[in-house]
């Protein structure tokens, strides 16, 4: 009787001791906060990369406006190399942690006036540069178009004589925490700008034979 009686207050003891019961409650909890936080951190990472993929299509339409053989006398002259220039350059501005020609693609396109035909727009030429085997989503160069490039609604288009710089960028987001959350979108960006200044707007140059020509049927992430 006296064992069952020890048995007893033990337990009634142990029913009335509260010190450890924050901790219980703490490691109950835990797993339910350690997963909102981990989502909370993926889904800003997400968010952070959207914004730069976002900057990076703006600063190379902007840049590709810019380009071109300074001259008083001549209309500007883009030349093969000022392309590819470029190209290095947003690689250099994305980082070596994004990897973007690695883990994405950049589509410069010329999106110029044309005379002829019923469709007044058209891609004149068209550059890229990256490993990601996606093509543009609005016209490989030759693409005509009776309104502008674009998403529907919100299509641009270049004046007579004048020229529009379009840009595509493509990148795969990796997570940084699992694929559980948001998984492995492809985060996409446009952007345009219309050509600064007189350009001749006949072709593109070569400086010399040696410049790689980034054509679109060509998938690297180094000029080639």
């Known amino acids: 009787m006296k064992r ?20 219980t409650e703490f490691a ?11 989502g909370g951190i993926e889904v800003a990472s997400y968010s952070l990369q959207v914004m730069r993929v976002n900057q990076i ?10 380009i071109g053989d300074y001259s008083t006398l001549d209309n500007r002259k883009i030349y093969e190399g000022d392309i590819n220039d470029l190209l290095t350059g947003a690689d250099l501005a994305a980082g070596t942690q994004m990897s973007l020609f690695t883990k994405g693609r950049v589509i410069i396109s010329s999106l ?16 890229c540069m990256g490993t990601k085997r996606v093509a543009s989503s609005y016209g ?5 178009f009776a309104i502008g490039m674009g998403p ?11 020229a ?15 694929s559980s959350v948001i998984g492995t979108p492809t985060i ?7 050509v600064r200044s007189s350009r001749d707007l006949s072709q593109v140059y070569q400086r010399t034979p040696a410049d790689p020509v980034m054509t679109c049927d060509k998938y690297t992430g180094t000029l080639s």
Do not use: C
Not at 118 to 127: A, F, G, P
């Open 4 to 23: 069952l009686a020890d048995i007893r207050r033990a337990g009634q003891a142990l029913l009335r001791d509260r010190r450890a019961l924050a901790m």
């Open 28 to 38: 109950l909890a835990m797993p339910f906060f350690l997963t909102a936080g981990l």
């Open 57 to 66: 299509a703006s600063q190379i339409a902007d840049n590709a406006s810019r």
């Open 112 to 127: 110029e006036y044309q005379t002829s035909g019923s469709n007044t727009q058209y891609i004149h030429w068209q550059r």
């Open 140 to 144: 490989v160069q030759g693409t005509t």
């Open 152 to 162: 529907s609604g919100r299509e641009v288009y270049a004046s007579k004589g004048e």
């Open 164 to 178: 529009v710089m379009f840009v595509e960028v493509k990148y795969d987001y990796q997570p940084l925490v699992g």
């Open 188 to 194: 996409s960006s446009i952007a345009s700008f219309t």
